[in-house]
């Protein structure tokens, strides 16, 4: 018996069942699979991700990462960066970031099932491995082909896109200090160093087929770059989507991370707002109001959304992006507010009057 049982130990997985358990409630955690687990991202956590991790009692091993300053954007003719208002991100591998997870939730009294096989929920119940585990609260955070999801009958959503990501990790010295964001005509990649010696390079684009190495073609001078540089592992691929649900709540059920929808990987927000909602479902539950997390989900959404919207449309017109990389390397300062409000550092107004210069100053270029 538990307070509450999650299902899926991913980051979201972890940082839900720590955040209750930080509330004091008991909590067991199911996964199918045995840590690390690996998925492909772009490995870059964002400084309001870090802030959301510092209220878990996360942190992340200095000689484990790499600090970076702000994100560059490339299109092949302009270049424009910005730093991060207030603090730096880390660019950090996503297995070291399960095993920190991981070993905080055991530190602290979480009850982690590994190679459990979960097969249905019931009012108050989970069935793992053929047995019934009673539980007060379910939590489906197995991702964005959820179960939970099917389970508790919360898979009606507004919008559904799907686009396709593949990583790679090279040895080689990162260049520079920003994360940096490649734009092409047919997609985007993005380059993080993760470690004083090593990169990650990733892949998005809405041909599953489209792999890194025919991705780098669009892209000599990066390619250059990293011609000669060791790989460091596998090429790992996954579905990046853009998914709004109805719902994230039912009963006694409440959905987290991509399994309670998700916006395209072009944000790099997928693991903050894993972190952000773990947070507000742990306080809805400690005070038994799962629609005051319905509410603060809806919320949390917004601004990556919107984010998200802004950068596909960039991506899928080359006139539009053109455009803006000018009027953007003329003007930087609008970039830093634009990045500003990425990061949650300031508001949807502040964005649009930003938006509204940038569009002025496009129509002059």
């Not at 018996?1 to 930080?22: E, H, S, T």
């Not at 099932?113 to 019934?132: K, P, Y």
Request: with cysteine.
């Amino acid at each position: 018996m538990a307070d509450a049982f999650v299902i899926g130990a991913g980051p979201a997985g972890l940082a839900a069942a720590i955040a209750l358990r930080l509330r004091g409630l008991s909590v067991n955690i199911a996964d199918s699979l045995s840590p690390p687990i690996d998925k492909a991202c772009g490995e870059g956590l964002m400084p309001d991700a870090l802030h959301a991790l510092g209220q878990l009692g996360v942190s992340i091993p200095s000689e484990t990462c790499f600090p970076f300053r702000g994100i560059r954007f490339e299109d092949g003719r302009h270049r424009v960066d910005a730093d991060f208002p207030r603090g730096a991100a880390l660019g950090v591998r996503r297995t070291t970031l399960h095993s920190v997870l991981a070993e905080r939730a055991e530190r602290i009294g979480v009850r982690i099932l590994w190679r459990a096989r979960v097969t249905g929920i019931h009012e108050q119940s989970v069935e793992v491995n053929g047995a019934r585990i009673a539980a007060g609260w379910i939590i489906g955070a197995d991702g964005a082909a959820s179960r939970v999801r099917t389970w508790a009958r919360l898979d009606r959503s507004w919008h559904h896109l799907r686009r396709f990501g593949f990583r790679w990790h090279y040895r080689q010295k990162p260049w520079t200090d920003c994360m940096e964001i490649y734009w092409g005509a047919v997609c985007q990649v993005y380059v993080t160093p993760v470690a004083p010696q090593e990169i990650c390079v990733a892949v998005i684009s809405r041909d599953p087929k489209l792999r890194i190495n025919e991705a780098l073609a669009h892209f000599p001078c990066l390619r250059a770059r990293i011609d000669h540089a060791s790989l460091a592992s596998e090429e790992r691929g996954a579905v990046t989507a853009s998914r709004r649900l109805r719902r994230v709540t039912n009963g006694r059920v409440a959905l987290i991370g991509d399994a309670s929808g998700s916006v395209d990987a072009i944000t790099g927000e997928g693991l903050c707002l894993g972190f952000r909602q773990s947070l507000s479902l742990a306080a809805a539950i400690a005070a038994d109001n799962l629609p005051a997390y319905e509410a603060e989900h809806r919320r949390i959404l917004r601004r990556p959304a919107f984010m998200a919207a802004f950068m596909l449309r960039l991506g899928e017109s080359p006139w539009l992006r053109s455009r803006a990389m000018q009027a953007l390397a003329r003007k930087p300062e609008l970039f830093a507010r634009m990045l500003a409000m990425h990061v949650g550092e300031s508001d949807l107004v502040d964005f649009a009057l930003a938006a509204a210069s940038l569009g002025a100053r496009m129509l002059a270029v």
